[in-house]
Every structure is written in structure tokens, then in C-alpha cells.
């Protein structure tokens, strides 16, 4: 059901924009002064590219690949519990549906496979931080919804649950225990996906790659001018700005990178999946009157 994403970088030219802007405004006023004063004993040119925005670029570029790597682990991870949650949910219902010998109630089927779509919306929002309830009101009861609020872990609490279901459905004969074992290595895998995803999100950035070297490369592209000037003349506002794109774009690349699970246009879409899932379950129960699909762009719904 779900693939990897790749990044579209949608914001990407609003970002150098911004970061670009005290560098023009530098790049300016450094040639004005230049041309009125004149310091031609001041050439830095060889200090300033060899010894500070080779050095400096390398380093974006590391920074770079390394969000790139984390951006594409984060992404199987989520891919992996979407698809783990479907699977989970379509067999769960259609091995009630069809296995075992006693009757079998409508009603338990629609809870197992609701909870299955809860499930999914209560990882989004932990992810993001925000609180998924009122996305939880249509697949769960009230004595659920009260226990979901009250609990300290709520996706542990509704995994627990759907064991909770499993043990249910195989002490009635819902399910034959062939098949629960089937579900219950679904679950472990929901289970396990999960916490990467989980932990992904809670890890910091090294200082190192979120701070220091943003900040210098920042910092040298504004002071980069004074030591071009005498090199570039009056084409110091169009080499600078052109070499500061150069130094400082691996730097927005692996700043937008470092926010998979935020709630930006450039993250993974977590709420279109969701929703996915969702209709997907709810069609697997015989519903024709699924909730409307999210679209793929907007710094909200994703």
C-alpha cells in the first residue's frame, strides 16, 4: 500500500531566499565602500576559498548525505508500519469473517479492525506531537476513547489491545490458531516498525551538523564579500550571491531533510496515509461511505 517518499523539496527556493538575502545585502555594501575607499592591499581571496569555503562545503556536503540517509531509513520505517497495519487489518477481519467454527458477531470484527485503523492515526500523532483523538471518534468506542485519553502510552495501550483482540478472537474461535499466529508475528512487526519510527523522531541532530557548521557556512557567506571584492570588483554582488548558493544550499537540503515526521509540506505525508489506511479498512468491512481522502500537499494535512 505505501512506498517510500522522496522528499520534493517544495520549499526549497523560499529557504535560500532567506538565507541569501543578508549575503546580497552584504555583498552591496561591501562594493560600495569598495569603490569609495579602495582597499586593494586587502586581498583574501585565496584565505577565503581555500582555508574556509572548501572546508566548509565538504562538510555541508556530509551533512547533507547523512540527513539524506536518515530522511530515507525514516520513510521505510513509516512505509513499513502502514503496510504492517494494513495487512494486519485486512486479515484480521477476513479471518474472522471465515475461520472457525463458532458464530461469528459481526460487532467483534468492526472493533478488531477499527482499532487496527486507530492504531495508525495514534502513531501519526505521537510522531508529530499533536493529539489525535478527534480522528479516533468514529473508530472507537467511548470506554475506548476514555482509556486512550487516560493512558500514558497510547499507542503501547492500543497495541496491547489488539493482542487483547487476538486472545479473544482465538478463546471463541474466531480465528484458527494457525492463523493467530500469522496475525500475532503482524503484530511484533507493527510492534517493532513502530519503535524505529519512534525513535527516529526522538533522536536529536548532532550539534555539530544542526549548528556549528549551518551557522559558519552562514556566517562566511555574508563576510565573503570583503574578501572577494578586490578580486570580483563590481561583479562582487552577482559572484558572491552565486557562491553562496554553492556553500549554503547542502545546508537547507539537510535541514529540510532533518524534519521527516514534522507537520511541513517537504515531511512525509503522515495524515494522507492514515487516512488511507483507514478507508482501506473501512472499505475491507463492506463500508461505502469513507471518509473523504487527504490530498497530498499543505503544511496541515500532511
Known amino acids: ?38 582597499f586593494s592591499w586587502l586581498d583574501l581571496t585565496p ?12 562538510m555541508g556536503l556530509m551533512n547533507a548525505w547523512s540527513a539524506r540517509r536518515e530522511y530515507e531509513r525514516d520513510s521505510k520505517a513509516w512505509a513499513e508500519v502502514m503496510a504492517n497495519l494494513g495487512v494486519l487489518g485486512v486479515r484480521l477481519g477476513a479471518s474472522i469473517l471465515v475461520s472457525g467454527r463458532a ?19 495514534v502513531l501519526r500523532g505521537e510522531l508529530r506531537g499533536v493529539h489525535a483523538l478527534d480522528d479516533m471518534r468514529n473508530l472507537l468506542t467511548e470506554e475506548e476513547l476514555a482509556s486512550v485519553r487516560s493512558s500514558a502510552d497510547v499507542s503501547a495501550a492500543l497495541i496491547e489491545n489488539g493482542f487483547g483482540d487476538l486472545k479473544e478472537a482465538l478463546a471463541a474461535g474466531f480465528v484458527t490458531p494457525e492463523e493467530g499466529q500469522v496475525l500475532s508475528a503482524h503484530l511484533d512487526k507493527v510492534t517493532v516498525s513502530w519503535l524505529s519510527c519512534r525513535t527516529a523522531a526522538s533522536t536529536p541532530t548532532p550539534g555539530l551538523a544542526r549548528f556549528t557548521v549551518p551557522g559558519l557556512s552562514h556566517l562566511f557567506a555574508v563576510v565573503m564579500p570583503f574578501g572577494l571584492v578586490t578580486t570580483t570588483g563590481w561583479l562582487t554582488p552577482l559572484v558572491v550571491p552565486f557562491l553562496a548558493v554553492v556553500l549554503l544550499l547542502p545546508d537547507v537540503i539537510a535541514s529540510i531533510l532533518s524534519r521527516p515526521f514534522g507537520a511541513n509540506v517537504d515531511g512525509l505525508p503522515l495524515y494522507r496515509d492514515c487516512r488511507r489506511l483507514e478507508r482501506q479498512l473501512l472499505a475491507s468491512l463492506g463500508d461505502t461511505d469513507l471518509p473523504r481522502e487527504i490530498e497530498s500537499s499543505g503544511a496541515v494535512i500532511r
Do not use: D, Y
Open 47 to 58: 584565505v577565503f576559498i581555500g582555508f574556509a569555503g572548501v572546508p566548509l562545503l565538504g
Open 103 to 121: 458464530k461469528k458477531p459481526k460487532e467483534h470484527r468492526r472493533r478488531a479492525v477499527q482499532r487496527v485503523a486507530a492504531l495508525g492515526h
Open 1 to 38: 500500500m505505501n512506498q517510500e517518499q522522496e522528499p520534493n523539496f517544495s520549499q526549497l527556493l523560499g529557504h535560500m531566499q532567506g538565507v541569501l538575502a543578508p549575503t546580497l545585502l552584504s555583498s552591496v555594501c561591501v562594493t560600495l565602500i569598495w569603490a569609495l575607499f579602495g
